[in-house]
């Protein structure tokens, strides 16, 4: 048994309008729940999260989006659907020649319109990544953590993705960004009930650390390099 991504939690001071921003970048419906507001994925696509929390942004994130285009024009619609809806630029040092723009949902979480042409992203869909930050190991963990196959592995850098394709999960090496309290962005894994104990042993001995026990009875988890995360359980 291993765990299933359930979901890429953001916590938010405004989880309903950060989800109605992501609904309206991604075409994807909201369901609201007891954990906040859900844009379900699918076997290809991550489903994304917005919690509601107090917690303060701190820069820079320690994950952030990566949306593909098809053309130019492509490229420059989901630049101007972002403004629409509440987004706006930000400047993170990039170069005008990088060809990517980077922008910042109402809440200001960091994100990147990435330019026709990207091979590494080819055939990823619309979500083409979720770029962390992160050393070698901790990629690796997460490839045994999920059972998803590594799909990058050079200098320092990995990645990894469904076995059904579609967004990356990619973490960009050292020298890794100090953390500042608590990540106010996370993994969600869900397991069947019965197995959490056994799960939860077998990531301890992958290199996670158990953490306490969430609020709402979830356990939470913290990988090789301190990010927290969260094993929910499920029916079967």
Known sequence: MTSRLLSVTFDAHDPARLARFWAGMLGREI???AGG?????????????????DAEMVRPNLMHLHLTSASGDDQQHLVATA???????LDVGQRPEEGHVVL????????????PGTTFLAGCGLLGELACDGTR???????????WPLVWDQDEE???QSPHGGTKVAWGGPPLTP????????????????????EVD????????????????????????????????TDR
């Open 31 to 33: 369901v609201e729940d």
């Open 37 to 53: 507001a859900l844009l379900p994925g699918d076997d290809t696509q991550l489903s994304l999260r917005f919690a509601p929390s």
């Open 83 to 89: 403004l629409r809806l509440g987004g706006g630029h």
């Open 104 to 115: 910042a949902d109402p809440e200001g979480y960091e994100f990147c319109v990435i330019p």
């Open 137 to 147: 190991e901790v990629g690796r963990f997460w490839r045994e953590a999920l059972g």
């Open 158 to 160: 990995t990645a990894i």
């Open 179 to 198: 953390r500042a309290g608590r990540n106010r962005q996370r993994f969600d894994l869900a397991v069947a009930g019965d197995d959490r104990p056994a």
């Open 202 to 233: 077998r990531l301890v001995s992958l290199g996670a650390t158990q953490l306490k026990a969430g609020a709402d009875g979830a356990v939470m988890l913290a990988d090789p390099d301190g990010n927290e995360f969260c094993m929910r359980s």
